[in-house]
């Protein structure tokens, strides 16, 4: 598999429960970044987590970091339709400021 | 975060021509990427541009293909030449803010080859 892989691939919900995806990745990481991009349009920066942190909440997002498991998860709670897009986590390719390896990404749909 | 604009949003574009992007910054930045989104696929990074060197490629890119320039601190171009229904694809932008390297991404150009 490849740095920064999430699954599950694809995942349907109803509207107010919660979405899960999971990020693993290969190699030492100073950070982790996920994304969201609706219907092929750019992509939005959801959150960073430095590889000394385990936890990081913005608003309904949680995102956890295992850097013993190198992988990584996205909460959303409270799912609304508007949740529904593409969900990517990237991991920079060398040790610091660097361009980002992308995993495959999670297509979340919330259904209303 | 960053102010980032691409130039075209979307372009169709005949099969052996060339386009070039434009991507603008709001402010300076010493490092700036260009990525490619091919249908239904992720991103994959084509090459880092820095400002005063010339661009550096990943494996897979090269400079006669995608040539880039880097002439000011707030802006970049990526032209994709000779082009092949293969380019087809979303062109994506990106700069480095923040401390923590958190990288923000500009809205995509989206081509499409005939």
């Known amino acids: 598999s490849q740095q920064g892989e999430e699954d599950p691939q694809a995942l349907s919900i109803q509207e107010g429960e919660n979405a899960t995806m999971n990020c693993s990745y290969k190699?030492?990481?100073?950070?982790l970044q996920w994304y969201r991009q609706n219907s092929g349009r750019g992509l939005v920066h959801l959150i960073l987590?430095?590889?000394?942190?385990r936890e990081k909440h913005s608003g309904r997002l949680r995102v956890t970091l295992d850097t013993s498991k190198k992988s990584s998860s996205l909460l959303i709670t409270a799912s609304r339709a508007a949740d529904t897009a593409s969900y990517f986590c990237a991991t920079e390719k060398g040790g610091g400021a660097d361009g980002l390896t992308f995993g495959k990404g999670t297509h979340l749909i919330i259904q209303p | 975060s960053a102010v980032i604009s691409q130039k075209p949003s979307r372009d169709i574009c005949q099969r052996g021509t060339s386009l070039t992007i434009q991507c603008q910054v709001d402010s300076q930045v010493t490092m700036m990427f260009w990525y490619r989104q091919q249908p239904g696929q992720s991103l994959t990074l084509i090459a880092t541009a820095n400002q005063g060197s010339e661009a550096t490629y990943e494996s897979g890119f090269v400079i006669d293909k995608f040539p880039i320039s880097r002439p000011n601190l707030t802006f970049s171009t990526l032209t994709v030449s000779n082009m092949s229904p293969e380019d087809s694809s979303i062109y994506l932008c990106?700069?480095?803010?923040?401390?923590?390297?958190?990288?923000?991404f500009g809205p995509g150009t989206r081509l499409t080859v005939l």
């Open positions: 990106s700069v480095i803010r923040t401390a923590y390297n958190e990288q923000f």
């Open positions: 987590i430095r590889s000394n942190e």
């Open positions: 190699t030492s990481i100073n950070n």
